[in-house]
């Protein structure tokens, strides 16, 4: 049964850093990322990587603060976020398998429960 579990979530004062972590298992997927869902907004994408390229994908509100990594061996997916704000407070979710575009939620087929980040100012 293929599963994707998140962790890492909580409670950050603006400025500080979180690292979240996304292990999957009874699957493999070449492509894992992440998405986040802010009260009221919809499913946005956040970063991606895929494992036979090694390609890297950041949505630009969080280029250059987020870094997105990956543990094969693992089956892991991890998005350190440095420099948060409280822009950044949302549901993040973990997501592997696309079919289509890796931009879009829709693609999706394997989703994480998802982790609570809230950024206080």
């Known amino acids: 049964q293929a599963q994707l579990v998140e962790s890492g979530g909580g409670l950050v004062q603006a400025g500080g850093s979180l690292r979240l972590s996304c292990a999957a298992s009874?699957?493999?997927?070449?492509?894992m990322g992440w998405f986040r869902q802010a009260p009221g907004k919809g499913r946005e994408f956040v970063s991606a990587?895929?494992?036979?390229?090694?390609?890297?994908y950041y949505a630009d509100s969080v280029k250059g603060r987020f870094t997105i990594t990956r543990d094969n061996a693992k089956n892991t997916v991890y998005l350190q976020m440095n420099s948060l704000n409280s822009e950044d407070t949302a549901v993040y979710y973990c997501?592997?398998?696309?079919?289509?575009?890796?931009?879009?939620?829709?693609?999706?087929?394997?989703w994480g429960q998802g982790t609570q980040v809230t950024v206080s100012s």
């Open positions: 997501a592997a398998d696309p079919r289509g575009s890796l931009w879009l939620a829709t693609s999706y087929r394997v």
């Open positions: 009874g699957f493999t997927s070449d492509v």
């Open positions: 990587t895929s494992r036979t390229t090694g390609n890297i």
